[in-house]
């Protein structure tokens, strides 16, 4: 009967993770080892529980029938164990988080930081890339997110919102005359990132918005990049206002019309629909949601 229950964990854990090696890594365990345990239940209970391919899995009209026993069965265990975990000293085990690559730069970083001061017993391994980490296939526990969401079967907690701000260099704006309002800057030299569409709409109390599409001569997939090729002469930019602000107090760039704004982006936690409730993950987030500058 133990013996069964363990395989019928396995089973469910391979069904939420889509593949025999996305659930290995997640149990740490070999993908033979995942297919034995799921052959050696089908056996024993005489039907097949998943149809297999190269390159998927997918439930049969029994599996089905056991997935959502399953998944009961391993919530009443995480229930129980959650229930006496006030036991153990402290919360222990692994994280693994990805991140945008600028928000290494932000705030956020003392954030994480002191979460490992005030839970030596997790270790966490974080992964800031501009390259989109897929947080299921690739075995990520939490993946924080910048700006507009895909669709998709996650989780989704907002964490807070970043100040955006319009930037150049202070060569490029000596060689032109200060403008007056965003509409003034339509014609301008403009630096974009790629993944954001570039529509822009400028704000200022008692002043109708202005909406801004501007040609771009430039186009880069990484903010950093983005701030430093504007930092160079190369044109405006808009960037997380963090990015520029030792610049801007040294004199090198500048805020351009800091009276008018435009929207700030948020910053997003998003993590498995299927990860536990008290979780580590979940523990990570709300200590990064509750604990702002």
Known sequence: MLDQLRQIAIFAKTVDHGSFRAAAKALRLSPSVVSHHITQLEAQLGVALLYRSTRKLSLTRDGERLIGAARKMIDAAETGLHAVSDLAPQPSGELRVTAPAVLAQSAIVRRIAKFSVVYPGVRLTL???????????????????????????????????????????????????????????????????????????????????????????????????????????????????????????????????????????????????????????????????????
């Open 127 to 293: 992964d800031f890339s501009d390259l989109r980490r897929e947080v299921i296939g690739e075995g990520i526990d939490v993946a924080l997110r910048m700006g507009e969401l895909e669709d998709s079967a996650l989780k989704v907690r907002k964490l807070y919102d970043v100040e955006r701000s319009l930037i150049a260099s202070q060569s490029y704006l000596q060689a032109r005359s200060d403008p007056e309002s965003p509409a003034d800057l339509e014609n301008w030299d403009w630096v974009e990132l790629a993944q954001v569409k570039p529509v822009l709409e400028f704000k200022k109390d008692g002043e109708i918005p202005i909406v801004l599409k501007p040609t771009s001569h430039l186009s880069v997939n990484d903010a950093h990049a983005l701030y430093h090729l504007a930092r160079c002469g190369a044109g405006l930019a808009i960037v997380p206002k963090f990015l520029a602000q030792e610049d801007e107090a040294a004199g090198s760039v500048r805020y351009v019309l800091q009276d008018w704004s435009t929207d700030p982006v948020g910053v997003f936690a998003v993590w498995p629909l299927n990860a536990p409730k008290e979780g580590l993950s979940a523990l990570f987030i709300k200590f990064l949601a509750e604990n702002s500058e």
